[in-house]
């Protein structure tokens, strides 16, 4: 400040002809000393200027520069408020100081807390680290920007172990325990909003009982401080520090002190006796030699010649100057009213017409811009400091990227080059609650814990997560099914029998074999069509069941393969329709086995009513019954193909929608009441006296029928998929080879095998 000064004073473009004068107070970081200081400002008490100077206004304050810390700025602001004295602080990062409610005199050039608590938190994301672990300063300081940081933490979905305050007059007993709770805790990263001088108390405790590793994180007040350098096992924290800076001409200042200097001041002589371990005149402490004048502080290492980390200084410099640009542009006001340059014009301006021109300030000094917002706070700029082990083995201050709150979102983070972690690892550590869930889990919180902490659990059937830690799962689209790993929805499988597999393949067999049976049947007829056992068993009737047979065991073939619109209309209405004219050649059969016995009875002339024109139309009448009942099935609701969703989950599977239940439930119906009269009039035949009586044949044939379709309604209800449709089939074979079997199969093994039976004596029983 005393350098910022003095080459204001000897410039020619600020200020000319008007020095500024100064002087300095010792707030010993303590609230009420600073209180104290205030009262005293704002008294106008009569304060020790340049000596030997002839100031005028002589104790009138323009402005004050200070507090390094929030607590005491805040307690000053409070108190010169009132009397419009701008005050500037060059280190009060307290976001609630930015509240130009309260505090409308207070300006700063170091960035408010809440653009770093907010850069912590992204920094903090950045790195993956959702679990950490939290200690301040019990101050205005440490805990507003801890609140922020935590506000902001929370926003980015990160969580926090514990959040531990204390400060430097709080008994030895408090910081042993927090030290216990980092040691116990199972974060490994540590975010400290603390300044230098807490947290040294906290690494001392911390460092007589050695623990695992914590990465720290740090606030600008302590990251860049040199006095913590000395903690080896902080190597790797990281952190957001006040931009460095150089300044011209101020190392050669500094090494300017004359033994005379020296003496005139009495913080430059502590200095001085502590550094060169001597005393300066009598005054000083009578344990130390005095000082012979050989003493050069050019050849002394301390921090006060080590002006490669300005960064705090640096802020003080632009404070100087800010104010001094307030002063200037109130001046020239004031010398453009009066049409004066008289220097004496200065005894004109008022702390409040700074405290108006302050905020209007915007310069720039050794490359750096100056300005305050509506807010009093400069614009936020910060370097990322890592705190990295040399090859002597010291640790080092290493800029390693920026962040700057004016450029836009996604820039305003820059990592430049490598970091080192804890221990000097160069893997980035991790400090996570629970490990991340993979894709095909999803997070359940744990009760009574926070969010961060979760049990990983596999996704509900049917749903999958693609990302991972994920909150939730969610369902695929109805033709989709989750893959093994349910974290890809895959296209369902599509299911229907096909000729392409074993079982459509036995069935097509079956199909085909008992069609090529039937057609061979009908050829062994046909060659002994003349046979008295073909003539006597209604040739005509029995070629026309052949054929229905054949139709039978062909219609089979429609249920095989993918549905089509076709496909499920004629499946359907076919095996109806040839089934009915199967079921009314049986019946006609039957009936004339009836009517025949009925014949051979004295004064009987039955046979000329049912004679073959009424066989044929008891079959056409049958038969064109069912093809009325399919008619209106197929045109109020066709049977129709459809996607199968809901009985298997895992597949699609394609069948033919009835349409009509009732329509397909007739067709069925209708077949049964046939069957069943057949049935009836089978067993009413079987016992008649012929030696070749085919109504027995019927009536297994027509049991094995029944039963087969009787079986088959409860196994078509309940099974699933393409099995469904392999029942039907199943029953369509069945029941039409137990049909041909039971009728045609004697008597092809009598016209084949046994042809002495082939008689018309022998089926008459007259041997």
Known sequence: MIFAIEEINNSTELLPGIKLGYHIYDACGSVPVAVHVAFQISNGLDPVFYTGDNCSQSGMVMAVIGESESSPSISMSRIIGPFNIPQVSYFATCACLSDKQQYSNFFRTVPSDQFQAEALAKLVKHFGWTWIGAVRSDSDYGN???????????????CVEYSESFYRNHPRSRIRRIADVIRRST?????????????????EELSLVPSSPRQWIGSESWVTAPDLLKFNFCAGAIGFGIQKSVIPGLRDFLLDLSPSKVAASPVLTEFWEDAFNCRLGESAAIDKILCDGTEDIKTLHSPYTDTSQLRITNMVYKAVYAITHAIHNTFSEIKYLFFSCSPS?????SSLQVLTQLKEVNFTQNGY???????????????????????????ELVTVGQYDESLPVGQKFQINQNL??????????????????PPGTRKLLQKGKPICCYDCIPCPEGEISNATDSPDCFPCPKEFWPNEERDTCLPKPVEFLSYNEVLGIILAAFSVGGACLAIITAAVFYCHKNSPIVRANNSELSFLLLFSLTLCFLCSLTFIGAPSEWSCML??????ITFVLCMSCVLGKTIVVLMAFRATLPGSNVMKWFGPPQQRMTVVSFTLIQVLICTIWLVLSPPFPMKNLTTNKERIILECALGSAVGFWAVLGYIGLLAVFCFVLAVLARKLPDNFNEAKLITFSMLIFCAVWITFIPAYLSSPGKFTVAVEIFAILASSFGLILCIFTPKCFIILFRPEKNTKKYLMNKN
Not at 144 to 158: C, D, P, S, W, Y
Not at 571 to 576: K, M, Q
């Open 187 to 203: 974060a490994t990263v540590v975010v400290a909003f603390t300044s230098p001088v807490d947290l040294s108390l906290l690494l």
């Open 345 to 349: 014009l200065f005894s004109l301006i």
């Open 144 to 158: 507003n920007g801890m609140a922020t940081f935590l506000e902001a933490a929370r926003k980015e979905g990160i």
């Open 571 to 576: 499946r359907h209405t076919a095996f109806g």
């Open 369 to 395: 811009d100056v300005s305050f917002d509506a807010n009093g706070d400069p614009v936020a700029r910060y370097e990322l400091v890592n705190w990295q082990k040399s090859e002597s083995g010291s640790i």
């Open 420 to 437: 080192t972690w804890v221990d000097g690892g160069t893997q980035v550590p991790v400090s996570v609650c629970t490990d991340s869930c």
